[in-house]
């Protein structure tokens, strides 16, 4: 399991640079120091481990089962998905005839002001 907590400032960890709002912690499997941006794609977070010396990208399943966040984040917008939609992008999701690809993806990262899916809270 990975634990990782959020960054408020940023700083050095054995010569990787972490910016305001990264994240850091350890693999308790491997006791390996890891960072990460928050990149996730694909059902996946990018993870930097440090070893041997080196940061090495690695990506890890972004579910409660492979990584832990001490920082958590509640949901903070309630709009309704239409309500959403219609703000978003100027017009009723019922109207819009369209193909809209990762519609969902974005309404969520809405819901969550952007937080990574494995910090928030379900």
């Not at 990782?4 to 940023?10: E, N, P, T």
């Not at 794609?41 to 492979?66: S, T």
Request: charged letters at 30%; hydrophobic letters at 35%.
């Amino acid at each position: 399991m990975i634990r990782l907590k959020k960054v408020k400032a940023g700083c050095m960890l054995n010569g990787f640079c972490v910016k305001s709002g990264f994240w850091v912690g350890y693999d308790e499997e491997t006791n390996q120091a890891v960072a990460s941006s928050g990149w996730e794609n694909n059902g996946q977070l990018a993870i930097y481990r440090f070893a041997d010396g080196k940061w090495l990208l690695d990506w890890v399943d972004d579910d409660r089962e492979h990584i832990y966040p001490f920082t958590t984040f509640e949901q903070v917008n309630y709009e309704s998905f239409d309500e959403w939609f219609e703000a978003e992008y100027g017009e009723g999701f019922s109207d819009y005839e369209g193909y809209l690809e990762d519609v969902d993806e974005q309404y969520e990262s809405f819901l969550y002001d952007g937080a990574p899916k494995f910090s928030r809270v379900l």
